[in-house]
Each structure stands twice: as C-alpha cells, then as structure tokens.
C-alpha cells in the first residue's frame, strides 16, 4: 500500500517542477513538492513524453519515378444505348486510343471475350436479339489490362418469325 502511494506521488510529482525528499526521525520517508524543513530535491529522469507525429521532410536524390502511361480507350460505335436492327445480328464497334499504344484490344460482350485483334474496331455475327453491355481493352504482350473503355450498352432488334406473312 505504501508503495503504491509513493508512486502515485511519484507520478503526480513528475509534472510539478521539483520533488522534495523528506526523511524523519523515526526513518520515515516522505515525498512532496512542496519545500518543507529538512526537505532535500530529488532529481528524477525526464518524464516519458512523445513528440507530435508532424510530418517529416525526405530529401530524396532519386528523380521521382514516372507514371506509366494513362491511355484514354472510347467505343466511338455503336453509341451508348443506341437501337440496332440487323436480322442476321451483325455489329460493327470501333474504338479509339489515345496516345497511341502497343498491344492487343480484346471486345467484350456481356462480359465475355468475343474477339481479340490489334486494332479497336470489331465486327460480330450472330449476335442474338436483346440488350447487350459492350467494353474494349487494351492488353499488354503478357496479359495485363492498361486501359479499359466505358461500358456501352446497344439494343439489338431482329424481326420475329412471328410476325411474318404467309
């Protein structure tokens, strides 16, 4: 019990400016920051403290490194949510780059790879009636994907056999 209250008065001492150490002439000993008759200073270690967390300038010799390449890929055609009527489901898109840029495009439909080629304008067949979400992008020799267009959606209409003339 004793000890604990010294060091409460320890702890509580250490924001103060100067502790003082008493010793009785019974061998009791007391700490208070307040000077009293026969009180001596005690020197303590500096408080445990942590500086404010500012940020820290680098100086750095190494020449910053240089972004890869931003690459702006666009599906010029067909327009967004644009009305197609081809009754053997024939679509023609084509794309743009810009900068210019080595690498493969891949069209994708609904998601899936539908053909690969060097160049941002496709030809399909056999595309079946109804709504359909289009994208090209730009691969690299090993795969990785360095640009992708928006996401286009066309509607694709073909005549019904239903409604033919007999």
């Not at 920051?33 to 303590?44: E, I, K, M, N, Q």
């Not at 190494?62 to 890929?73: A, V």
């Not at 780059?97 to 399909?124: E, H, Y």
């Amino acid at each position: 019990m004793k000890l604990a209250w010294v060091l409460a008065l320890v702890t509580f001492s250490v924001n103060s400016a100067t502790l003082y150490k008493v010793v009785k002439a019974d061998g009791t000993v007391i700490y208070t920051d307040r000077p009293v008759a026969g009180a001596v200073p005690v020197s303590l270690p500096k408080a445990n403290t942590a500086d404010s967390l500012a940020p820290k300038q680098v100086n750095s010799t190494m020449p910053p490194k240089k972004p890869d390449k931003t690459y702006q890929l666009n599906i010029l055609a067909p327009a967004h949510e644009a009305t197609i009527r081809n009754n053997l489901g024939e679509v023609q898109v084509s794309g743009s780059i810009s900068p210019n840029a080595v690498g493969s495009f891949q069209l994708l439909l609904d998601g899936q790879v539908m053909a690969t080629g060097a160049s941002p304008n496709f030809n399909l067949q056999g595309v079946p009636r109804g709504a359909h979400q289009i994208q090209i992008q730009l691969i690299n020799k090993s795969g990785k994907i360095l640009a992708s267009s928006p996401e286009h959606t066309f509607y694709l209409h073909q005549a019904s056999v239903l409604n033919r003339a007999d």
